[in-house]
């Protein structure tokens, strides 16, 4: 939603969107724009224009496509939120592969979204990743779990892909016993403060979500959050989620 002036106000969500197929990029722009309180903030057509773009304009949301020439979504997603620590990235794609799953989130992705879902969702989806949440679509949440069934007790070669595609340690020389164990080491364990704010953030939960439930301030669980994705190496609350169920298992 753009000012009278013409430009976005401070209030604005600013949005990038990254789609190699015009149709669907401009479509969503359009669709986007229309939405209160967000404006577009420029359109990509591969990873390497979202790259240049995102450094451009620095936008809250990029919503990201995967398989595009020149460069995928994920390595954009890889540099973009390396470079750009503020800028959080929704996946929106129609490819549900497993190992393009795990990368976009050990790339940094925020959200994962299947191109069949509706525009309702979607932005919802945005407004979420802008609060600071996560969100998988139910389909991307299945899989997710069926990966740390296999890592809790499948066979062996499954295993070993299951823990590299999730960000554990990488597999090298062969598979793993296939009941390898599922705790990543820590260099500090955590506590158990820290262990029940990962268990409600791997429910969904947002920061004034827990804080109302641990009673504790938003900022203090923001810090909270912060020290754990320190403490189990991850780049994001999608990636410290999935990581909180494997350490269930």
Known sequence: MNTEAGGPSEADLRLLIVDDQPLIRRGLAMMLAAEPGIVIVGQAADGLDAIEQALATSPDIVVMDLQMPR?????ATREITAKLPGTRVVVLTTYDHDDLVFE??????QAYLLKDASEAEVLE????VHRGES????AIARKVM???RAIAGGPAE????ARAAAGGLPVAGGAPPARAPLRDPLDEPLTDKEERILDLLSLGRSNKQIAATVFLAEGTVK???SRIMDKLHARSRTELAVRAV???G
């Open 71 to 75: 460069a995928s979504g994920v390595v």
């Open 104 to 109: 976009a989130i050990r790339a940094g992705a």
């Open 125 to 128: 989806t945005i407004r979420a």
């Open 135 to 138: 969100r998988l679509s139910p």
């Open 146 to 148: 069926a990966q740390f």
């Open 158 to 161: 499954p295993v070993a892909n």
């Open 223 to 225: 810090n909270y959050v």
């Open 246 to 248: 494997g350490r269930r």
